[in-house]
């Protein structure tokens, strides 16, 4: 059996955001036209990433192995963690994958298609927990990649962890962390960025699926780990809209 396997609960909403986008991009008349797909939510098993690479808190490595494991039991062949942060060299750098089981790693699919969309002159800003900024999760895919200053940064990582206001907190997104993650893809607009990777999978719940926000490109690393997905396991059933066609076409076609 050939399926796709998810490690979900780094928060829970993103595995789920990470299995639909999976459904969305999948070619499917009926039910059964659809790649077989296991997901794991089990936040009890794995501890919050940026406290454990910044503040010494518990090690999440050994959860996500469990995760990992069990999905490959129950016949998972390709396995995404939908989490930025775990990707973290630390973390996922110590995670072993039982034989037969392919391990994506999120962070390379999305310098990969970074690379082939927006090309080598692209301006490319990240926005990301403070695990994912301090930790330098992206820098060794990218040449270069810009950072909001300290102060906004901070704001990204409430918006995203807030108990109050924050989209790991709360059913929806709130008002308060739409306006500040949305002034923050501006502010590194306005430190020259084109294009802005949205590196922690809450982000991209702000933007309901929208790939551009005042002028500036948005990438959700979500949303290419699904495409990745279906790749690894069957790509003659990916089916990518018009405007994703375009830009990995170079944008040489009118979207």
Avoid: W
């Avoid at 059964?32 to 518990?58: A, M, V, W």
């Avoid at 002028?215 to 690894?232: C, F, K, N, W, Y």
């Amino acid at each position: 059996m050939i399926a796709i396997g998810i490690v979900g609960g780094v928060g829970p909403s993103a595995g789920i955001d990470l299995a639909s986008k999976v459904f969305s991009h999948t070619k499917a008349n009926r039910d059964q036209d659809h790649i077989n797909l296991f997901l794991t939510s089990c936040p009890s098993l794995i501890p919050d990433r940026t406290e454990y690479l910044l503040n010494g808190g518990k090690d999440p490595a050994p959860g996500l192995e469990k995760c990992i494991a069990y999905l490959a039991q129950c016949g998972a062949t390709a396995v995404g963690v939908s989490c930025n942060t775990a990707h973290a060299p630390q973390i996922m750098g110590r995670v072993k994958v039982p034989e037969g089981v392919k391990l994506l790693n999120m962070i390379r699919e999305t310098s990969t298609f970074v690379s082939k969309v927006f090309g080598p002159e692209a301006k490319v800003g990240l926005l990301a927990t403070l695990g994912t900024i301090r930790c330098n999760v992206y820098d060794k895919y990218f040449d270069s990649i810009i950072k909001p200053d300290e102060e906004v940064a901070r704001a990204v990582h409430q918006a995203i962890y807030d108990k109050e206001y924050g989209i790991k907190a709360c059913s929806g997104v709130t008002d308060k962390a739409r306006e500040v993650v949305s002034s923050a893809v501006d502010h590194l607009k306005g430190k020259g960025c084109n294009v802005v990777i949205l590196g922690c999978t809450e982000l991209p719940l702000v933007f309901n699926g929208k790939r551009s926000y005042n002028g500036t490109d948005l990438v959700d690393p979500t949303e290419i780990l699904a495409i990745a997905l279906i790749r690894e396991t069957e790509p003659e059933k990916l089916a990518l809209d018009s405007e994703i066609l375009c830009k990995l076409d170079g944008h040489k076609n009118p979207c």
